[in-house]
């Protein structure tokens, strides 16, 4: 995050020309720290960081006080305090950071149908067909920064380009509560001064990479021949780069973009060698994916289980099932058969996870019934926990093994 | 060392028994076929892989006492390929040398001293006509599962209750049984067998061309502990390690009594549900809606290929949608040794068995019984 974000600010006025520039790119600022700051006014206008503050927390999120300082999302806890001592460090609150999430959607879909929410605190907009009803790309981006601040007291910045590469570096450079938009005509003027990194797709090695050919910034890459580029990078992505260089990006604003896999993970306070925790940890994990495959409407047919050594080496396994699931208990009984199989059984590991890809829709899925089933089991029981959660928050109803342990036994 | 065999019997011979080598052996003499020709004249092949053994035993028109080692698969592979003529299989040193007509080989020996003693054959308990073994154990191989992660459901489950076998295999979600008779050697004999499905299947198929009978022999004759099972037919053995005997309580899960019947043309309504699984991709199941004299079947839906196509049928009961993993379904047909089949049913979320058309006379449960489990359609 923080090396895309030292990109200069471009000069130049390119003007506010949003003549066919439909694509907005909406991000939230400082989102889960804006959240936070709602309820905690006297706060603001200082360093806040949102994460677990234990010693093997990450920072989720910070305020642009405490960003000054070097700090940045996915920086471990311990490192961002000794960079800002003075931080105030708030523990993460889940839900209420969803919920936000949720009605800021509405908003947007309210606009178009055309939405495509690439996280909980950004999404692409089309508004292409909202102009007759709305008015121009730049008076409808407005409008919703108007509204989310209104309605949930957090600012959020956009961006207006022609494509949706554009509009995300639009939106990164107008941070925060900015508005910035890059007509189609000033595109390659916009690009060519940011260097490479600025680019989507261009992560550490490509940046290596491009640096041993002396290319730079944008307008470096955009002046290197496309042979070259392929040669050194692969043909595919050479070829999207050289694309992107001239400001051409052919991908569409695709609503509902389907998650491609659901997942969790847990890192210990201390790494856990007991097969028993590890396996307790697993399912919970499950529980936690199958409650949220089934909150998406979604089944996944292949289980991966990810395992993490005390020396960070990392071990993934994966099974394919006969049939898709949503059930916990089905997830569950895979991660520890491939925990089992990993040969990692008694190894002290720092990070289990649990993820299920494949997925596909729920209500088109047919399950092949088994000899002997119940006619109601574990579906229908989780079903049962996931009704409950709805009426009396989550974790109200849990396997046994999972509920907390009474008080007196909690510090041995 | 050395014999002399018409070509088609060493070929027969040498292929049977190369079925039982392990593909990837686990120590290289494995991959041998032990050759010998005993002091009586005897030629005996044979093959093992520590859980299955295969023996072979037929007479040569001239042979010299001796015992040797070569690769099985490489063996196989030339008897296959030599003209119909008599074969020399001489010794010669470090070398074997295969002779037929004009063809020449030469194979390196493996150590012989290093091969595993075959198990001995356990003792017999009772004997079957082995093309009614064959068809029996095709019926229910068929059921039994593929994924080695589920062992226990890999196997064929063998029950013995006098002159009365019991064949069962189940997946999870079909459950094929057969019963037969056979005569055994202890009129008041009871044992149970849990036997690797291939095996069994490859076994009996082998044995079930002979035409002769199946002779077989168990280890554990009473008890249900792990053992031995062995099968000998016309010069032919083969001995394989029983799995664990452990196997769901299927007589409950059979239903006895149903809402609906329909007996189903097996011929015309396989090739129907072949063609409208066309447009069922894998796991996806075929639709059956069962009513007065007819039966539509319909897979596909949504925005993918449908198909659909109506049969006349004779049924009886209440109408009823039920749908079908079409392999399944085709499975259960094909094990059916009958023109008609009978479909039984009681709603779609209840298993269907298919039997053979014609009820017994009787009024007995049929000798082959394919449970069904359905899909269930929606959430």
Known sequence: ?412 | MMFRVDRDVLAEAVAWTARSLPARPSVPVLAGMRLEVTESGQLKLSGFDYEVSAEVTLEPQTGEAGVTLVSGKLLAEITRALPAQPVDFVVEGARAIVTCGSARFTLPIMPVEDYPSLPAMPPAAGKVGSDVFASAVGQVAVAAGKDDTLPMLTGVRMEIEGDTVTLAATDRYRLAVRELKWQPEQADISAIAMIPGKTLADAAKAMGATGAEVEIALSSVGGTGEGMIGFSSAGRRTTTRLLDPEFPKYRSLLPTEFSARADLPVGSFVEAVKRVALVAERNTPVRLAFRDGEVVLEAGSGDEAQAVEVLPVDFEGDDINIAFNHQFLLEGLGAIDSDVARLQMTTSTKPAILTGGKPAEDGGAPDYRYLIMPIRLSN
């Open chain 1, 1 to 412: 995050m923080s090396r895309k974000q030292q990109v200069p600010r471009p000069g130049s006025d390119l003007g506010d020309d949003d003549t066919g520039c439909s694509i907005l790119h909406v991000d939230m600022d400082a989102f889960f720290a804006s959240v936070e700051l709602r309820e905690r006014p006297e706060l603001a206008g200082m360093p806040v960081i949102i994460g677990a503050p234990g010693a093997r927390g990450v920072v989720l999120s910070a305020t642009y006080e405490a960003r000054r300082f070097g700090v940045h999302s996915a920086m471990p806890m311990t490192r961002a305090r000794r960079l800002c001592p003075q931080a105030v460090i708030i523990p993460p609150s889940r839900g209420k950071y969803t919920e936000v999430s949720r009605r800021v959607m509405e908003i947007f879909h309210e606009i178009t149908p055309e939405v495509e929410p690439i996280a909980s605190d950004e999404a692409f907009l089309d508004v292409a067909g909202a102009r007759k009803r709305l008015g121009r790309p730049a008076v409808i981006a407005a409008m919703i920064r108007e509204r989310v601040a209104a309605e949930h007291g957090i600012t959020c910045s956009v961006g207006v380009a022609s494509t949706k590469f554009v509009a995300k570096l639009a939106s990164q450079h107008c941070k925060p509560d900015g508005l910035l938009v890059v007509p189609a005509a000033k595109v390659v003027e916009f690009l060519h001064p940011l260097p490479v990194a600025a680019l989507w797709g261009v992560g550490e090695r490509t940046e290596q990479s491009l640096a041993r050919l002396g290319i730079r910034t944008v307008g470096d890459l955009a002046e290197t021949p496309v042979d070259t580029l392929r040669h050194e990078l692969g043909h595919a992505v050479g070829a999207h780069l050289a694309a992107l260089a001239w400001g051409r990006d052919e991908r569409r604003v695709t609503p509902h973009a389907p998650d491609k896999s659901i997942g969790a993970e847990e890192t210990f306070v201390t790494d856990v060698d007991d097969p028993i925790r590890i396996r307790r940890e697993l399912l919970r994990l499950s529980e936690r994916v199958a409650a949220r495959l089934r909150e998406g409407g979604h089944v996944g047919r292949t289980v991966i289980v990810k395992l993490r050594r005390a020396d960070f080496t990392t071990l993934s396994r994966s099974r394919t099932l006969r049939d898709p699931t949503d059930v916990a208990q089905e997830l569950y009984a895979t991660a520890c058969d491939l925990y089992a199989a990993s040969g990692l059984e008694n190894t002290a590991l720092r990070l289990v996870g649990v993820r299920v890809e494949s997925l596909s829709p729920a209500d088109g899925a047919v399950r092949q019934l088994s000899l002997g089933e119940r006619e109601s089991g574990w579906r229908e029981a989780e079903r049962a926990m996931d009704r409950a959660a709805r009426r009396f928050g989550r974790d109200v109803v849990l396997p046994a093994s999972l509920m907390p342990p009474p008080f007196d036994e909690m510090d041995p």
